[in-house]
């Protein structure tokens, strides 16, 4: 799996967007980028993922540079629940009956400010 | 709202003690997964079961033993641990193929003294 770094820590205010970035410059074409929060003492969380095209869902927009080198995960408006670890993992998305083997990093460690 | 729980959520044992994490998912996901998290250290995984047959042991001491009577449940049978031991035990469950999207339990916070 392509190895990913973050940012240990960023700040956003409440309101805001935060935009979290990811490099992962040696993914490779058919990896995927998955993205999870943490909140303190609380089991991880997924958010989105994607391959090459930006997404969007409820919680956040996923956007991918054309070269896929990097990536970055968008919180439109911030809010104080936002406050968590991020964590951005590149993986080949297991086929046939094989399951996903996830490898968490630090993440980086949003605050969201009043 | 987690389609995936865990009981009991706190735990304090001896480390002659023997008990068991309970792991149900709601889902109708067809594998789950054992995480332990260390204070400042990532979430490492334990143990994989797809499709109920156990498919991943990532060195885990014998003194965590798994057990997975049916795609719904998972249980962490736990005996003689360690005070090194004492970690946030988290429980994911996913559909596969696809296993790489998720759904975590609220975990247990696991003391060993």
């Known amino acids: 799996d392509a190895k990913t770094t973050q940012p240990p820590s960023m700040d956003c205010a409440e309101g805001r967007a935060a935009n979290l970035p990811c490099n992962h410059s040696?993914?490779?074409?058919?990896?995927?980028v998955y993205w999870y929060r943490q909140i303190h003492s609380q089991g991880p969380q997924y958010i989105i993922h994607?391959?090459?095209n930006n997404e969007t869902n409820e919680m956040a927009s996923l956007i991918i540079t054309e070269d896929r080198k990097s990536s970055t995960l968008i919180l439109p408006h911030a809010t104080l629940r936002d406050t968590a670890v991020y964590y951005c993992?590149?993986?080949?998305?297991?086929?046939?009956?094989?399951?996903?083997?996830?490898?968490f990093g630090q993440g980086t460690i949003l605050t969201v400010h009043p | 709202e987690t389609g995936v729980t865990q009981t009991p959520r706190h735990l304090v044992m001896g480390m002659t003690n023997k008990k068991s994490l309970k792991c149900e998912q709601h889902?109708?996901?067809?594998?789950m997964y054992w995480y332990k998290q260390s204070a400042k250290k990532p979430l490492e995984l334990m143990f994989v079961?797809?499709?109920?047959?156990?498919?991943e042991n990532n060195s885990v001491p014998s003194r965590f033993s798994p057990e997975c009577p049916n795609s719904s449940h998972l249980f962490l049978h736990l005996h003689t641990l360690q005070p090194e031991d004492s970690a946030l035990y988290l429980c994911?469950?996913?559909?596969?193929?696809?296993?790489?999207?998720?759904?975590f339990g609220p975990g247990t916070r696991l003391l060993v003294l």
């Open positions: 994911a469950s996913s559909q596969v193929p696809g296993g790489e999207t998720q759904y």
């Open positions: 040696t993914i490779s074409g058919n990896e995927y």
């Open positions: 994607g391959l090459k």
């Open positions: 993992i590149v993986r080949v998305r297991a086929g046939g009956t094989s399951y996903g083997k996830l490898t």
């Open positions: 889902l109708g996901h067809n594998a």
């Open positions: 079961y797809s499709l109920e047959e156990r498919v």
